[in-house]
């Protein structure tokens, strides 16, 4: 082949690629910018309501573009804490964190505020005196859902003319905010009538394998004279009902089960009738930690408490109404 020949064969084969790779080659996708970097301490994963409102917060930090920087605390203050110094030295834009208990918090929290880095606190609060330490709280009204638990079981109470009614309570843990809230909230509410007699209050720290043992041991204790558990989480409720049925009772029949959450597995279950009333407590806080975060960042102010809305779903309404939880 001569020399033109090989040339002109050259330029057909390099027209022929460009055909067939349509023409022309892709710009290179630029990376998007994050608007924020956002450091959020997760207490752990002992519910499922703690699974989901780690994944929402995932999503929604995807959705707003945000670059999250999420740790695990497994369950452990001092984690917590060693992850919010990580985030002060990292200098992310916000801190965002949901406190296993309400005291303690006070020193790592003073460093980010001499970092000049705003903290929130999504879904439990903290106890402190000293001012300025937090910029605001996003996460349910707990002592609102110990009303509305006990509010359902003085219809309850009504409804089936109980001249005494003995509860046993299963508690979150001790001195998290949910714990204390729920707590007032049932017992400020209750309090008004004198049917209602707490038997014992006992530490199940929103777990489903403390649910069961509770459960057994308030079982030894006090039997039949049981008519109500009222259990701060649905985790704790799932691990106490088969004691219930193994002791020879029916939970949601002779015995009234309240619970607090609204995870889909609870409401399967109060489906089927073995949970009399579950108070919802929604984990789907992703959008409103995203966008105060992108407030906070813009200099902006922003609300002090944020609370989502939350209803009860019980044996009052119909059950094959409930949508699916998503969590
Ligand atoms: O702080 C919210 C509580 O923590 C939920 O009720 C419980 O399931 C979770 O572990």
Known sequence: MGKWSKKICRCLCFLLIIIMTGGCTKPAEQPIEPKLLLGFSQIGAESAW????????????????????????NQKQENQIAAIRRFIAYKVDVIAFSPIVEDGWDNVLMEAKNAGIPVILVDRDISTEKEGLTTCLIGADFYREGVMAAEYLI???????????????????????????????????IANDPRINVLESIDGDFLKSRGAECMRQLLETYGDEIDVVFSHNDEMTLGALPEIEKAGFYPGENMIII??????KAIDV?????????????????????????K????????????????????????????????
């Open 50 to 73: 703690r699974i989901g409102n780690t994944r929402d917060i995932e999503e929604q930090a995807e959705k707003y573009v945000v670059s999250l920087m999420l740790e695990n605390a």
């Open 155 to 189: 219809r309850k109470a009504d409804s089936l003319s109980m001249e005494h009614v003995n509860v046993v309570e299963i508690t979150g843990t001790e001195n998290s905010t949910p714990m204390r809230q729920r707590q007032a909230g049932f017992m400020d509410t």
């Open 259 to 264: 619970s607090i959450d609204g995870g889909q």
């Open 270 to 294: 109060l489906k089927k009738g073995k949970i009399n009333c579950v108070v919802e407590c929604t984990p789907k806080l992703g959008k409103e930690l995203m966008e105060t975060a992108l």
């Open 296 to 327: 906070l960042k813009a200099g902006e102010s922003v609300d002090a408490v944020i609370h989502p809305t939350e209803q009860v779903f019980s044996d009052e309404q119909d059950p094959s109404t409930i949508e699916p939880r998503g969590y």
